[in-house]
């Protein structure tokens, strides 16, 4: 029978437990000064040359004998015949001990007047200033800088050894496929060994990435005894769960001895270590955020006391926007977007999910929560660890409410001028009380052209706001067989998030085609996306549901258009100063834009700017099913 993790360590104390088991080891390795940055000098690295190796001028100017100068003045210059020309970085010869400057010295063919006297050294750098043959440049475990390595050329170096450990890594699982190959049902790209290469690189590591082994016990043995045999370090990627085919704890206890399995990190929890023939082996998850959190935890802290490089970190404090709970007892490490809202850095958490490798993309940050914390409330203060470099989290703009495909063109435009927009669905009413408290830059509603949301327009007629209108689109039926609203009696439907389009929609279906509530998939289990309605519908999960025209283009399936609606950004009229701001609104405005919307939206009104009481382009309505004519 395989171990499962009952009893889970700490990642203080797991951490520990790896280090005092492991005394450093690794080597060096000579490269090329200029790719030596980020690195770390594996020895004590002394000059080669004095320098400067002789008395050279600082200026340009002449050479003198400061006791020819003595008594110069405004009122009594003296002539020179004796002096030498030089320029900066000229020997100077022995008999001279001083440089007047150029600009302080009259010259007259072979004779020149001055009006001040040199001291003796003046503008001259005497030999060994900087540094002398055999002097420490830098010492053994210095992180080298690009500084440093402008001096170690100098100095007399075009390579340098650096201290190096070499990881392999092993990827296991029978649905991993290599990359380059098209995956098929149930396969997945392999790609947490290629993370785990590129990440611990950084460091200074030199990694090995092996071929995908199947879970097949053998197999994994024998590619795992070449690895331990070939690196300092070797890591396991996927097989540290307590699943059926999860055979790393088992085989790293066979070939040696399991330190611990489980490990009070979320996400992370499966991490595990181990010792075969004297070296140290680490389980990774197989879930790419929670492989990428224990290699950033706790593999390379690990590398770290080994005398390799610390990865570079920015943290800042920002305020949450929203309750961040958290299970007691585990360190949890939460993806956040950080942006700048009247000066203020407001934090938005992205899904959580060890398996959602699109939200660490979309975020700039990371917040730890403690493993003796339950969780911050919105509101507080608290260090965010920056993905991103500090001044990209300044160019960021914050909208919460709807995605659309509008948002995500124009998440597109504005990263060519240097501005990141980073969006959160949330609902109308809940995004609007958002830009009334400050926490966010802006706002993304879609509003219906019948029968506005009553509580959308309420919460707009409280803002002192303008209404930047990006395009319509129809919303409908969207199913894979072409179902009307005739035929939605006879299918199965999911509801739409509470509050939204759809879910008025659905209502009113509910009421004026006598569905039967049953008929909705989703009254006891509502999806929270609009994404999520369209992927019930394509994976078969239900028969139809309510979605955008475009999101079922996207989707491959059929659409029945039953209403029209604006997608709009609602900005606050005091940030229209904002220069991020205005590079949004000169964007909007702007025809490539538009051209960018095409074929998804109408256009017409794109760009316009409004204020409440909102406008709406008119529409017209058809007779036969009540659909709303663009």
């Excluded at 007047?100 to 072979?110: P, T």
């Excluded at 389980?283 to 492989?291: H, Q």
Aim: charge should be neutral; hydrophobic fraction near 40%.
């Amino acid at each position: 029978m395989k171990r499962r993790y009952l009893s889970l360590l700490t990642r203080t104390d797991a951490l520990a437990l790896m280090k005092n088991a492991f005394p450093p080891a690794g080597g060096s390795v000579t490269i090329p000064i200029d790719k030596a940055e980020g690195r770390v000098a594996s020895d004590p690295i002394y000059a080669r040359y004095t320098v400067p190796d002789a008395s050279i001028a600082e200026m340009d100017g002449i050479a003198v004998k400061s006791s020819e100068t003595i008594g110069a003045g405004e009122q009594r210059p003296v002539i020179l015949t004796e002096f030498i020309q030089v320029d900066t970085g000229n020997a100077v010869p022995p008999d001279y001990d001083a440089v007047i400057i150029i600009e302080e010295v009259q010259l007259d063919g072979s004779s020149c007047v001055i009006r001040k006297a040199a001291r003796p050294g003046q503008c001259i750098r005497p030999p060994g200033q900087d540094i002398r043959k055999g002097d420490l440049i830098i010492p053994g475990g210095h992180q080298i800088r690009s500084s440093d390595i402008s001096a170690l050329a100098t100095y007399g170096y075009d390579k340098i050894a650096v201290r190096m450990v070499r990881v392999g890594i092993v990827p296991v699982g029978n649905e991993l496929i290599s990359l380059g190959t098209p995956p098929g049902p149930g396969q997945v790209i392999e790609t947490n060994s290629i993370f785990a290469a590129s990440f611990l690189s950084r460091l200074g590591a030199l990694c090995t990435r092996y071929r995908v082994v199947p879970d097949i016990p053998k197999e994994i043995i024998k590619t795992l005894n070449r690895a331990v045999s070939e690196n300092d370090l070797v890591l396991i990627s996927s097989g540290t769960s307590a699943g059926r085919h999860d055979y790393s704890a088992h085989i790293i206890t066979r070939l040696g001895r399991l330190l611990f399995h489980g490990v009070a990190l979320l996400p992370g929890k499966p991490a595990m270590a181990g010792e075969i023939g004297g070296k140290p082996v680490v389980g990774l998850p197989g879930y790419p955020v929670g492989s990428q959190t224990v290699l950033r935890e706790l593999v390379a802290p690990f590398l770290v006391s080994w005398g390799l490089a610390p990865v570079p970190e920015w943290i800042i404090r920002g305020r949450l926007a929203r309750n961040m709970p958290s299970e007691l007892g585990y360190d949890e490490y939460i993806p956040v977007s950080v942006g700048s809202v009247h000066g203020c850095p407001w934090v938005f958490p992205q899904p959580r999910g060890s398996g959602l490798q699109m939200n660490m993309v979309r975020a700039n940050g990371y917040l730890h929560i403690p493993l003796a914390r339950e969780g911050w409330e919105a509101g507080e203060w608290a260090e965010i660890h920056c993905t991103s470099m500090p001044h990209q989290i300044e160019r960021t703009l914050l909208c919460v409410g709807t995605k659309s495909p509008g948002i995500a063109c124009l998440a597109n435009c504005l990263a060519d001028h240097a501005v990141m927009l980073h969006t959160f669905e949330d609902l109308p009413a809940r995004a609007l009380l958002t830009l009334q408290k400050k926490s966010c830059n802006l706002v993304a509603l879609h509003i219906p052209d019948r029968n506005p949301l009553p509580r959308t327009l309420h919460a707009l007629r409280n803002l002192p706001a303008v209404i930047v209108h990006i395009g319509r689109m129809q919303a409908g039926i969207v199913s894979r067989t072409g179902a009307g609203v005739d035929d939605l009696p006879r299918l199965r439907m999911i509801n739409s998030p509470a509050g939204s389009i759809g879910r008025m929609l659905i209502d009113q279906l509910l009421s004026e085609k006598e569905i039967h509530p049953d008929q909705i998939y989703g009254n006891s289990n509502e999806v929270k996306t609009e994404n999520a309605v369209v992927s019930a519908v394509r994976n078969g999960i239900v028969d139809a549901g309510i979605s955008s025209s475009a999101l079922a283009a996207e989707a491959g399936l059929s659409f029945i258009p039953l209403i029209c609606e604006s997608h709009v950004l609602v900005i606050r009229k005091e940030s229209l100063e904002d220069e991020r701001i205005q590079t949004l609104l000169h964007m909007v405005q702007s025809p490539e834009f538009k051209q960018s919307l095409q074929g998804r939206y109408t256009t017409t009104w794109t760009g316009r700017i409004s204020s409440f009481p909102l406008e709406l382009p008119q529409v017209t309505i058809s007779s036969d099913e009540g659909i709303p004519q663009p």
